[in-house]
């Protein structure tokens, strides 16, 4: 079975620091990975995917990921926090060959960027 | 980029009626969609995916008979609570792709049952 984890619910970071949000995830197989951002009263907008190749991976608003096989993670990063990245964030996962399968998501991580 | 567009956005409405949502993916041809439902502050939790033309495969749990989901084209998937009651009040969200990766989400439609 598939599985997402993200441990923190809640991420605080003072505007102009890096920021991470954690995920770590459990396949029987070659995972595909994917962040995805949600604010308030709307849906899922995608902020970057892993596939296959270079482990790290840039995406939409500055945000990038390192896919780490060994420690089955692929956390979320941004050197430089903005105010207007606070929103709910969710990694998700499904494996490679699964065919039809849709994502498998973490609960989410609030992230709370401080002027 | 894909859009996916979801209809419509808030519906309050009484205990007893039947509420459709539409989902339609507006750029792109979405072979598969999903249904998702998100009560506060928590993940997402799928109910359902439907191919175009099949018959939706519903999540253990879900019970068809009260939310039925309809992909007749391409472009349109429609899922119907039926006979709602309050605890049906909740986050709905949809969610399409053309055969590959990512998965595109509509902005959901919040549901409050009166």
């Known amino acids: 079975a598939q599985s997402v984890a993200q441990p923190e619910d809640q991420v605080n970071v003072a505007e102009g620091n890096p920021l991470t949000v954690k995920c770590t995830y459990s396949v029987s197989g070659n995972p595909y990975l994917f962040w995805y951002v949600q604010y308030p009263n709307r849906g899922l907008q995608f902020l970057l995917k892993?596939?296959?190749?270079?482990?790290l991976v840039k995406g939409s608003y500055g945000f990038e990921a390192e896919f780490n096989k060994s420690q089955t993670s692929f956390h979320l990063k941004k050197p430089s926090a903005l105010v207007s990245d606070s929103a709910l964030y969710f990694c998700a996962v499904r494996v490679s060959n699964s065919g039809n399968t849709p994502l498998v998501f973490g609960k989410g991580t609030r992230l709370s960027v401080i002027a | 980029g894909a859009v996916v567009s979801q209809h419509p956005s808030w519906v309050i409405c009484k205990s007893g009626t039947s509420v459709k949502i539409e989902c339609r993916s507006l750029?792109?041809?979405?072979?598969?969609m999903f249904w998702y439902r998100q009560f506060p502050k928590q993940s997402l939790m799928l109910m359902a995916t439907?191919?175009?033309?099949?018959?939706?495969?519903?999540e253990q749990g879900v019970e068809k008979d009260k939310f039925l989901i309809n992909h007749a084209s391409l472009t349109l998937s429609t899922l119907t609570v039926t006979s709602a009651h309050p605890e049906d009040s909740s986050f709905y969200i949809c969610?399409?792709?053309?055969?590959?990766?990512?998965?595109?989400f509509g902005d959901g439609t919040r549901l409050s049952i009166l």
């Open positions: 892993y596939i296959t190749g270079d482990n």
């Open positions: 750029d792109f041809q979405a072979t598969t």
């Open positions: 439907s191919n175009e033309g099949s018959k939706a495969t519903y």
């Open positions: 969610s399409a792709r053309e055969g590959g990766w990512p998965q595109h």
